[in-house]
DNA sequence: TCGATGCATCGACACTCGTTGATGTTATGG
DNA sequence: CCATAACATCAACGAGTGTCGATGCATCGA
């Protein structure tokens, strides 16, 4: 029982904090461009998609009939996501099946740690 | 050892999670709006010099300065910041005092939990 | 080999965003 | 009352973004 909090190294991560002390240009420039692939309606949809999968992965197609965006724009949403390092695109065959990379995902949310 | 994972309720947070079921257009809406205000670079200066204000809160003009940028600028990101409920704002004679709503912030980040 | 399918890229459009100088608004001090 | 200072708003510009139809590219089935 000993020891449970201090197991992990939450300063091992790529994203400094918000809130640990002033950001300079380029940490905010590289942090504020995972926000931004995170700033748009669409994006949030396909991640929350990707998030309940059963599978984890969801194939492209599967996309443009939930969120009523034609498949061109689906996949410039799925390039965005996949360039700022939140999803995985995987090719089987016709298909491209994405699924969620939780890592980047908690890097973005631990730079809002509200101090720990 | 049972019930491990059914102690906590995220499900009191203002912001749906991410991760939990497939947002409505809704609610991406929201939740993006919040991270919009999060995706820029000298917005994220901005609440990292607040966060680190030994009184938690920062007059106008102290921005201008280490952000190298026109004080019209400055004040426009406070505004967006302000609209997204990041920060609030004081108005004490000729001089504003910035601080941040950590709640909110709390809030977003609540949002990319990473499954509980 | 050929047609069909799934996905990415391109071109173009309307729209939004970040930035700044100029101006307006509010508060202080003489 | 007037000058000054701090901050917000306005007008305008360039740059970036979301969207879609058209097109290109790879794969599968016949």
Redesign the pocket.
Known sequence: MAKRVATVEPTDQCCPSLLASPLDSTQAAELAGGF?AL??P?RLRVLSILAAAPDGEV???EFVGPLC?????I??????LSEAGLVV?DRR????WYSLNRERLADLQGALQPVG
Chains 1, 2 share one sequence.
């Open positions: 931004m700033a748009d669409v194939c492209v197609c965006k034609s498949q061109p724009t996949s410039h949403h799925l390039k965005i695109g065959g016709k298909w491209v």
